[in-house]
C-alpha cells in the first residue's frame, strides 16, 4: 500500500468507527420505532399472549402443564415456550407462531445449566477449578450446542448464595462466597450471550432466582427466607447486581418471599432496587407458576396475586397462566392500566428484537448444526479437562494416591459404574448413556494392560422411600433392590483378594437439586456399611466421592487414607476422574462450600461475625457446642494436591493506605512447591476490618491467583488491595470503606494462612 492509499484506509476506518456509534444510536432508535410501532398494532389479547410462556410436553420440570400450547401460539396467546428443543421442533413450533396476524416470532428457553448435551460438571463442583476463563468456556459450549438445537434462552446463572447444605440446589450454585459467585456471574453471563446477540450462536441468559434464594430456612426448598437489609446488600445481592453489571438479559424471580413479601409481588425487589437503582433494562420471568403460588403463600386470590405481580415488575409469567386469565379483567377493572401492560411487553418484544428473531424467526432452526456442533470431540475434551481440574482431593494419607497401573484394584460400588449418575441433575437435554463411568475411565487409563475388577457392593440406600427419591421412580424394580447382602460379603471377599480398593460412594444423582432438601447429609447407611466393611479388611482404601452437596464425613476423614471429592463431573466424568487418580492430572480444585463435621453446625461458613464470646474451649460461656468444635470438617478454599505447597511471610509495600487516593498496597508472597510433583495452586488473598462501624467478618476473599509450579519452583505471588476492596455496606446502606487497621491474610485455603497488618488513613 502506498501512503496516500495508506491515509485514505485510516480515513476510512475513523470514519467507519464514528459511524458504528451513530449506527448503534440508529439502531437502537430503529428497534424502538418498530417494537413501538408494532405494539401499536396489537390487540390487548395479543399483547397478553406476549406474557405468557409454557411449557412443551417435551420435557416437564414443574408441577403441571397446559396440553393446549400448540393451540395457544396459533391463536397468538403464547409468545413463549420453554421446554422444547431440537431445530425441527422449534421450526414446528415457529410456524405456528407465524400463522398469528402479527408473526412475531416465540421465544425458546430451557434449563442449560452444565452443558446442553455435553454435560460439565454441576456449578458447585466447576466452581471449585477457581478458573474463570474455563467457567466461561463451558457456558460458551453451552451456548453453542442450545442454539443449534434451537434454543434462544437459558435458566443460567444461579447465583444464589448458600451457606446450608441441606438444600439440594447448593449444586447448582458456586457456594457461599459472594465475592467469587460475583466473578463467576460475570464470566457466565458472558459465556452464554457473547457480545452480539443477534449471532445465531449467542443465546439470553438468565440470571436467577431473584432473589436470596440460597437463604431459605432450614435448607428446606421453597421455604421462607427472612433476612436484614444490611445482611442482603452485602452478602446476598452482589451476585445478581454482577449479572446486570454484565449486561444479562433476563432475570427470574424466586419463590420465596423478602420482607414478608414474595419475590413475585416485591416491588421494592422488583422495580425499585432491579431496574431505579441497579438500571436493569432486560425482563423479568417468574419462576415455575411462581405467580399461582402466592395464593398458598396468602397474599390473595388469583385476581390480586395477577394483579400484585405486574405491578412489582414481573413481564413474563411462566405456566401459570394468571396473566393469560387475570389481565383483562384487571384492566377492565382499571387496577392496571394498558400503558403498564405495554412496558412488559416492550421488553419481551426487544429481547426477541436482539436475538434476530423479527429478522428471521428461524435464525436458531438450521437441521445441519446439530451434528457439526454437539458433542464435538473438542467440547468433550474441555468437558474432560474441567472434571479433573474440578476434582477436590480431601485426603491422601501417606501418598497413596496417585494409584499405580500395575496394581489390582477392586472398584466397589453404587455409583462407579452409573452411567445416569454421571451428568448429575439439573442435566436436562444431557443423553446419559453417552457418560464414561468411573469404571469405564479406569478400563480406558489401564488399556489391556491393568487388572480392575467391579463390583456393586450395595445400592444408594435401603430406604425405600428415599431410594424412590433418590431414583426419581414412583415403583422400584427388583435390581433397585435385590440381594443386599450378598452383594456386601462378595464386595468383601474382591477387597481381600486385591492390593487396594477404589470405593464410589456418596449420593445418586436425584438427591441433590430441586425439590431434594436432605435433613441428614452423610453418606447413606447401606453404603456407609459396605465403606466399613472394606475398610475392616485391611486394604488401603481410595474413597472416591460423588455428590451434589457438601457431606458430613467425620468418620471417613478419620478412617479412610485417601479421599477424592468428584461431585457429578458430567459427560466426561469418568476419564477425568481416572486422570486424576492416575496421576496424569495433579488435582487443584479447592471447596468453595464449607463442609460441616456435623450437620448440627449448619448453617456453617468462613466468613462468618466473630461474636462477643468467641469459641474458647476453656471458658463454658464462650460460643460453642457442648459436643464438637465450631471448625469445619474442611473449610472454604480447602483442597490438597499430590505435591506439596509451602507459603513464604506476607510481605505488604506499605503499611498506611490513603482513603481518598486511588492507590493500592502491594501484597506478595513466595510459594514454592516444596513437594515431588509439578503441580497448580489456588493462592487465595483474604482481608479482615478490625474495627468498623458495622461488625465484619473474621474473613472475607478478596482475590486469589492460580498458579503453575514445577517441583522445587518458586513463585513471588502479587496481588494489589486497593480501597475498593475494603468497603462494605453500612447501616445506612452505603458502601464505604472506613479507615482503620485490617489484616491481610494469604494461603492456600481459609484457614491456613499468614497474614500482616495495615491501616487505611483518612
Ligand atoms: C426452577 C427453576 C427452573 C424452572 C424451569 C423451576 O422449578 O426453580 O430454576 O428454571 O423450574 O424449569
Not at 432450614?218 to 452482589?238: C, F, H, I
Request: aromatic share 8%.
Amino acid at each position: 500500500m502506498n501512503s496516500r492509499k495508506r491515509i485514505l484506509a485510516g480515513l476510512l476506518a475513523l470514519c467507519l468507527a464514528g459511524g458504528a456509534t451513530a449506527q448503534t444510536k440508529n439502531n437502537q432508535n430503529g428497534k424502538q420505532a418498530f417494537i413501538n410501532n408494532l405494539i401499536k398494532k396489537m390487540t390487548l389479547e395479543e399483547k397478553i399472549g406476549q406474557l405468557n410462556l409454557l411449557t412443551s410436553e417435551m420435557d416437564v420440570t414443574g408441577p403441571f402443564m397446559n396440553a393446549g400450547y400448540k393451540k395457544d401460539i396459533e391463536e397468538g396467546r403464547c409468545g413463549s415456550i420453554f421446554n422444547a428443543y431440537t431445530p425441527q421442533y422449534t421450526r414446528q413450533l415457529q410456524d405456528l407462531a407465524m400463522k398469528t396476524r402479527l408473526k412475531i416470532p416465540l421465544l425458546f428457553g430451557y434449563d442449560v445449566i452444565h452443558g446442553h448435551k455435553t454435560i460439565f460438571p454441576i456449578p458447585l463442583g466447576e466452581a471449585c477449578t477457581w478458573d474463570l476463563a474455563l467457567m466461561e468456556k463451558s457456558a460458551r459450549i453451552a451456548a453453542v450446542e442450545a442454539s443449534a438445537d434451537g434454543l434462544h434462552w437459558t435458566y443460567s446463572p444461579m447465583v444464589d448464595i448458600a451457606r446450608d447444605p441441606r438444600w439440594g440446589r447448593v449444586a447448582e450454585g458456586v457456594g457461599e462466597d459472594t465475592w467469587y459467585g460475583v466473578q463467576v456471574a460475570k464470566a457466565k453471563v458472558k459465556g452464554y450471550q457473547g457480545t452480539n446477540l443477534s449471532l445465531n450462536n449467542t443465546i439470553l441468559a438468565c440470571v436467577k432466582h431473584f432473589a436470596l434464594y440460597g437463604a431459605v430456612e432450614a435448607g428446606r426448598d421453597y421455604n421462607t427466607v427472612d433476612m436484614g437489609r444490611q445482611k442482603m446488600y452485602e452478602y446476598y445481592l452482589p451476585p445478581y447486581k454482577a449479572a446486570v453489571d454484565a449486561g444479562v438479559a433476563s432475570v427470574m424471580s424466586s419463590f420465596n418471599e423478602i420482607d414478608g413479601i414474595p419475590a413475585t409481588a416485591n416491588k421494592w425487589l422488583m422495580t425499585d432496587l432491579l431496574r431505579k437503582q441497579w438500571g436493569f433494562k432486560g425482563f423479568v420471568v417468574t419462576d415455575y407458576t411462581a405467580i399461582n403460588e402466592m395464593m398458598a403463600h396468602g397474599i390473595g386470590d388469583e385476581y390480586k396475586v395477577g394483579e400484585l405481580a405486574l405491578k412489582a415488575g414481573i413481564d413474563m409469567d411462566m405456566q401459570g397462566s394468571v396473566y393469560t386469565r387475570q389481565l383483562a379483567k384487571l384492566i377492565a377493572d382499571k387496577k392496571l392500566s394498558i400503558a403498564q401492560v405495554d412496558t412488559c411487553v416492550y421488553r419481551i418484544l426487544s429481547a426477541k428484537y436482539d436475538l434476530g428473531l423479527f429478522k428471521d424467526p428461524y435464525l436458531y432452526c438450521d437441521n445441519s448444526r446439530p451434528a457439526k456442533e454437539i458433542l464435538t470431540p473438542e467440547s468433550r475434551a474441555t468437558a474432560r479437562e474441567i472434571g479433573a481440574r474440578s476434582i477436590v482431593l480431601l485426603k491422601n494419607q501417606d501418598e497413596l494416591l496417585p494409584l499405580k497401573k500395575a496394581a489390582k484394584i477392586a472398584l466397589i460400588g453404587p455409583l462407579a459404574d452409573s452411567k445416569r449418575d454421571m451428568i448429575g441433575n439439573w442435566s436436562a437435554a444431557g443423553d446419559y448413556t453417552k457418560s464414561v463411568t468411573l469404571l469405564e475411565g479406569i478400563k480406558q487409563k489401564l488399556g489391556g494392560a491393568g487388572n480392575v475388577t467391579y463390583l456393586r457392593g450395595a445400592h444408594y440406600t435401603s430406604d425405600t422411600t428415599l431410594l424412590k427419591r433418590a431414583l426419581q421412580k414412583a415403583v422400584l424394580t427388583a435390581e433397585d433392590t435385590a440381594n443386599s447382602a450378598g452383594m456386601l460379603a462378595d464386595a468383601v471377599a474382591l477387597a481381600q483378594k486385591s492390593d487396594i480398593v477404589v470405593l464410589a460412594l456418596g449420593e445418586s444423582s436425584g438427591m441433590s437439586g430441586e425439590a431434594a432438601s436432605r435433613s441428614d447429609i452423610s453418606i447413606p447407611e447401606n453404603q456407609e456399611k459396605l465403606l466399613r466393611a472394606v475398610y475392616a479388611t485391611g486394604k488401603p482404601v481410595v474413597l472416591v466421592l460423588m455428590n451434589g452437596r457438601p457431606l458430613t464425613l467425620e468418620w471417613e476423614d478419620a478412617h479412610i487414607p485417601a479421599i477424592v471429592e468428584t461431585w457429578f463431573l458430567g459427560t466426561e466424568a469418568g476419564n477425568s476422574i481416572a486422570d486424576v487418580l492416575f496421576g496424569d492430572y495433579n488435582p487443584a480444585g479447592k471447596l468453595t462450600m464449607t463442609f460441616p463435621r456435623s450437620v448440627g453446625q449448619v448453617p456453617i461458613y468462613y466468613n462468618h461475625k466473630n461474636t462477643g464470646r468467641p469459641e474458647d474451649p476453656n471458658n463454658k460461656y464462650s460460643t460453642k457446642y457442648l459436643d464438637i468444635t465450631n471448625e469445619p470438617l474442611y473449610p472454604f478454599g480447602y483442597g490438597l494436591s499430590y505435591t506439596k505447597f509451602t507459603y513464604g511471610p506476607v510481605q505488604l509495600d506499605k503499611t498506611q493506605l490513603k482513603a481518598a487516593a486511588t492507590g493500592s498496597v502491594k501484597v506478595s508472597v513466595a510459594v514454592t512447591n516444596s513437594g515431588n510433583y509439578d503441580g497448580e495452586e489456588v493462592v487465595q488473598l483474604y482481608i479482615r476490618d478490625k474495627v468498623a462501624s458495622v461488625t465484619r467478618p473474621v474473613k472475607e476473599l478478596r482475590n486469589f491467583k492460580k498458579i503453575s509450579l514445577k517441583k522445587g519452583e518458586n513463585q513471588t505471588v502479587t496481588f494489589e488491595l486497593t480501597v475498593n476492596d475494603l468497603k462494605f455496606y453500612n447501616s445506612d446502606l452505603k458502601y464505604v470503606a472506613e479507615p482503620g487497621d485490617f489484616s491481610v491474610f494469604v494461603g492456600g485455603n481459609s484457614r491456613d494462612t499468614k497474614s500482616a497488618d495495615f491501616t487505611l488513613v483518612p
